[in-house]
């Protein structure tokens, strides 16, 4: 009898594989593997005194190009952030302009950072859009002009993400606090609901969208532990028997499977305090969950090196040089874990056209779910210590990494393989967890 057949009646651990791999990269061990092919950036750039650690890529000119849009945050409390100033550079380093003031801003990347590239108002080209202390801004991509804004509620600004809940033609936007609140806004700034504290908790870094999860063009919002519909009402609240989720916070969401049932929707998620990352169903029911380590971030995908999906996750808040990177199959299992300096950042990419591997920021890898080494990412040791890798489609159709610096000195670009990327340059809803 399966899971489904028997309702997902008790909550089942995952088995740990004895057997899975293990290779450590902290420290002594971090040369292990020097004789791994060093990959070559096809660009650094030095990123301009208006820029920072937050960095986004896409077409924002219009000249079939990438371009680089950094930015920087004020140097209030990490709980409330805003933007302060921006740099939209070529890859050749050039700026293309700038915005705002960079006196009161901070380079160093610890949070998400209110800053999207997004076609907001359906005009077909991208806009830079922006939260500063008391309003969400979009600007020209192409001069940095200011094209559209609103007022937001105070502190409303720890971070950006588009959906469509409304069914207007121009999509929605939603606005956060750093824990407590949640507010969704029509391009024309009408409110269409807010949430205080989801069931009394509190909310998620990102508001995750959930693209169908409410039927075909409805989506579902992580608001926290809880999934809301495209009205704002709970569809359903996480629940465990493993973990106490009256401690801190949903770090992370990512979809693993779609299904046309919900009982068949597969979604895994990690809990901030509570020491855990769950798969669950498309109703919030625990399929399996693995407790007691800070999981953070997660990247899913198939993996060369491993047979169907993978689940990918850091353990964060731990010393420097015990940092772990794990890999678990869809069932949670787990296949292998990389040990590092410091694990938090990471993305799956196409390697060469023959499948996704593990890039690792700031150990600098690509790796295989087998714990294979393929290739070491060349930076400049000047720049300092790497805190951010995304996916990133190149403008030859190509897949490519794009990885940042601490301390927003550089930006650099790599080309990885030859498979079609889904989109051109960074991800909408871009997000740091």
Not at 102 to 118: I, T, W, Y
Not at 293 to 318: N, Q, T
Not at 408 to 418: E, H, I, P
């Amino acid at each position: 009898m399966t899971l489904l057949d028997a309702g997902i009646a008790s909550v089942v651990a995952p088995r740990c594989d004895a057997a899975a791999w293990f290779r450590d990269f902290s420290g002594a061990g971090a040369g292990d593997d020097d004789a791994a092919p060093r990959l070559q950036a096809l660009a650094r750039v030095a990123l301009d005194s208006h820029g920072g650690s937050w960095v986004v890529a896409g077409d924002v000119d219009g000249d079939g190009e990438l371009e680089l849009i950094s930015a920087q945050c004020d140097l209030a409390t990490h709980d409330h952030h805003h933007v302060v100033s921006l740099a939209a550079q070529k890859l050749d380093g050039r700026v293309l302009w700038r915005w705002g003031d960079s006196a009161g801003g901070k380079r160093a990347l610890h949070h998400d950072v209110p800053c999207q590239l997004f076609d907001w108002d359906a005009d077909g080209r991208l806009e830079v859009v922006v939260c500063d202390a008391t309003h969400i801004i979009a600007l020209d991509g192409a001069d940095g002009r200011m094209k559209h804004s609103f007022p937001i509620p105070r502190h409303a600004t720890d971070c950006v993400a588009f959906a469509r809940l409304s069914g207007a033609e121009r999509p929605d936007v939603l606005l956060k606090t750093r824990y407590t609140d949640l507010w969704a806004f029509t391009f024309d700034g009408a409110p269409l609901w807010h949430v205080h504290r989801p069931a009394g908790m509190r909310t998620s870094h990102h508001p995750y969208v959930v693209e169908d999860l409410g039927g075909p063009g409805a989506p579902g919002i992580v608001a926290g532990y809880q999934m809301l519909d495209r009205r704002g009402a709970v569809l359903w609240t996480l629940e465990s028997k493993r973990q106490d989720l009256s401690k801190g916070h949903v770090d992370c969401c990512r979809v693993v499977r779609r299904a046309d049932s919900l009982d068949d929707w597969r979604l895994a998620i990690t809990t901030c305090q509570s020491l855990g990352l769950m798969m669950v169903d498309g109703r919030g029911r625990t399929v399996w969950e693995v407790v007691g380590r800070h999981f953070e971030s997660i990247d899913v995908g198939a993996m060369r090196g491993a047979d169907g999906v993978c689940v990918v996750a850091d353990v964060d808040h731990r010393p420097w040089g015990q940092s772990p990177v794990c890999i678990f199959d869809e069932t949670g299992n787990q296949l292998g874990e990389i040990n590092t300096d410091y694990g938090r950042h990471h993305d799956l990419v196409d390697w060469t056209g023959r499948g996704n591997v593990l890039a690792l920021a700031e150990a600098r890898l690509l790796i295989d779910a087998s714990g294979a080494t393929l290739a070491r990412l060349a930076t400049d040791e000047a720049d300092g210590p790497v805190r951010a890798v995304r996916c990133c489609g190149l403008p030859d159709r190509s897949s490519g990494l794009l990885l940042g610096t601490h301390e927003g000195a550089a930006a650099y670009l790599f080309q990885t393989g030859t498979a079609d990327p889904p989109r051109f340059g960074t991800s909408e809803n871009f997000t740091f967890y």
